[in-house]
């Protein structure tokens, strides 16, 4: 059974740096698409951005774009959002999923939570002065 474990949340200023950390147990990830999703306060859980199973697609959502990027580590079985400029906006926790499905990411529902499977607990971030 795979399971996944998000690290690396935490309090930041605004324009700061954080990067979190998706770590999985149980089954190899390199077969995996890979989402992070992250969840504000009193909204639904949105997509932030996704990379297929060999790392050549990453979709990313427009909020976010030109400031998160995601990678893979196939070696290490992890993925990285890396999140630079960070706006209070962005503060929610943010969860890594996974899916089988090898296209998920180059399509539309990339970004859709019941097109993936598995889902680790989620980690904090919160971006205030």
């Known amino acids: 059974q795979l ?59 427009d909020s976010v774009k030109g400031r998160f990027t995601i990678s893979r580590d196939g070696a290490k079985n992890m993925v990285y959002l890396q999140m630079d400029s960070l706006k209070p906006e962005d503060t929610g926790v943010y969860y890594c999923a996974t899916d089988l499905a090898v ?14 499977d598995y889902w680790g607990q989620g980690t904090q971030v919160t971006v205030s002065s």
């Open 3 to 61: 399971q996944l474990v998000e690290s690396g949340g935490g309090l930041v200023q605004p324009g700061g740096s954080l990067r979190l950390s998706c770590e999985a147990s149980g089954s190899t990830l390199n077969y995996y698409t890979i989402g992070w999703f992250r969840q504000a306060p009193g909204k639904e859980r949105e997509g932030v951005l996704c990379i297929s199973s060999d790392g050549a697609i990453t979709r990313t959502t």
């Open 103 to 116: 296209t998920l990411c180059f399509g539309s529902e990339w970004n859709v939570t019941s097109e993936y």
